[in-house]
């Protein structure tokens, strides 16, 4: 049986105006998503992946229309949320939910956690009034909180903790797809496993769909199915994980996967790939391959066109590099331009 399409987005764009000038007007746009497509199916978790400023947490954002796209179109469960009005938006988003990266900063400082959840389950009033305690109590204790810390305000709660009651808040409205932005970064790395282990569990128990967003490849291969890699605004990989982090088919991908720390003393040491030069800027992007460069791979062609997505494994690995229109190459074999 085939898998059902939850999230299709086609085309995407996110352009934000720089404003100059005595009239200031509109001088020039920060390219922050660029033409991006890909679908997420019912029940997986799809992880986006890039250095800071590729664009992985304004694609999230744009998803949800907390920035209107300048381009595109979002298809959410059959529905295409760019035609939705702000109103239809709001009771939407019932269904699609986040979870930010700053657990600090995400909850209000002065409610408690039965007030947070509270005005969570009204504004799309999932519960009746009456039952509203009795669900928060329960929403707690599936991540992991006691009742009796029902009445606590956020300060008292440590960082783990903290985001446990952001993950009970998404929950609270039953939605289908929730948006993890960074949801672990701003953690100590043994609760990270905690929480990657709950929102595992979670999406076990309420079949849950997750767009993981995270700069951390190690995070990522603990959760996700499939994995799109992000580069100034643009993608050039998707494949499901086993295929990436074994046969990584962009140079960009393969660098990133060459600073993951091993922990494995009888694994054989990978040779670290060091680019070169910083990323160039979302403003003036560069002509033809955004990533040519800082590849050490380049040819003359990658600086004049742009290389579309190349499917290999039939349409489960896809890549955006010239050198693969023929097939899966071995970067070893090909000699390196630094």
Do not use: W
């Not at 349409?315 to 190459?329: F, K, S």
Request: proline share 6%; glycine share 6%; with cysteine.
């Amino acid at each position: 049986m085939s898998k059902k399409a939850l999230l299709e987005v086609k085309n995407l764009k996110q352009y934000f105006p720089i404003k100059g000038g005595l009239f200031g007007r509109t001088v020039n746009h920060v390219k922050a998503v660029d033409d991006v497509s890909f679908t997420v199916y019912e029940g997986e978790t799809v992880s986006i992946v890039g250095e800071s400023g590729c664009g992985k947490s304004t694609t999230g954002r744009a998803i949800l229309r907390l920035d209107d796209p300048t381009a595109g179109q979002i298809n959410f469960d059959g529905e295409d949320l760019l035609a939705l009005s702000k109103t239809k938006m709001r009771k939407k988003r019932k269904d699609l939910q986040i979870i930010f990266q700053d657990p600090y900063a995400s909850l209000n400082p002065r409610q408690t956690v039965s007030q947070i959840l509270e005005e969570a389950l009204a504004i799309q009033n999932v519960v009746p009034p009456n039952e509203r305690r009795r669900k928060i109590v329960e929403l707690l204790e599936t991540v992991g909180i006691g009742a009796h810390q029902i009445d606590r305000h956020p300060h008292e709660f440590s960082g783990g903790q903290r985001q446990r009651v952001g993950i009970a808040r998404a929950l609270s409205v039953n939605p289908k797809l929730i948006i993890c932005d960074e949801a672990v970064s701003a953690l100590d790395v043994s609760i990270q496993a905690q929480v990657l282990n709950l929102l595992k569990d979670l999406q076990r128990k309420f079949q849950l769909t997750y767009v993981f967003i995270s700069h951390d490849l190690g995070v990522v291969r603990h959760i996700s199915d499939r994995i799109i890699v992000m580069y100034l605004g643009k993608i050039v990989e998707i494949a499901d994980k086993k295929s990436l982090f074994e046969n990584p088919q962009h140079p960009y991908t393969k660098a990133l996967l060459s600073a993951i720390p091993s922990t494995n003393i009888t694994e054989k040491k990978k040779e670290r790939i060091l680019l070169k030069g910083d990323i160039p800027s979302p403003i003036d992007p560069p002509n033809g391959c955004r990533f040519h460069t800082r590849c050490p791979f380049a040819i003359e062609r990658c600086a004049k066109e742009e290389p579309k997505l190349h499917s290999l494994n039939g349409d489960i690995h896809q890549a955006a590099c010239h050198l693969i229109e023929d097939g899966p190459v071995d970067f070893s074999k090909i000699p390196s331009n630094y």
